[in-house]
């Protein structure tokens, strides 16, 4: 995978705003380290994950990019909460 091209990159930003009954649910289907989000995402943009890399700051990021089957993840340490 080479990043040498706009056409190559694509930066997508995603948020679970869950309804009040399943607000911090884990068993919520978007909710990381489950994979929807990421699913809803390839399938927008029409994604190959195998070819892709996730950057995420926790370890439910890199866990729900396993269970997407993105190709490369990035762990990014931070000192947010």
Known sequence: MQLNSPSNLLVYIALC?????????KDCHDRKPN?????????????????????????????????AGVGKTIFVKSSLP
Not at 18 to 24: A, L, N, Q, R, V
Not at 50 to 63: A, F, M, P
């Open 35 to 67: 994979p929807g989000m990421i699913l809803r995402a390839a399938k927008k943009y029409n994604i190959d994950l195998k070819q892709s890399v996730l950057i995420g700051d926790k370890e439910t990021d890199i866990e729900a990019a396993r269970r």
């Open 17 to 25: 705003l869950s309804d009040e009954e399943t607000k911090y649910k």
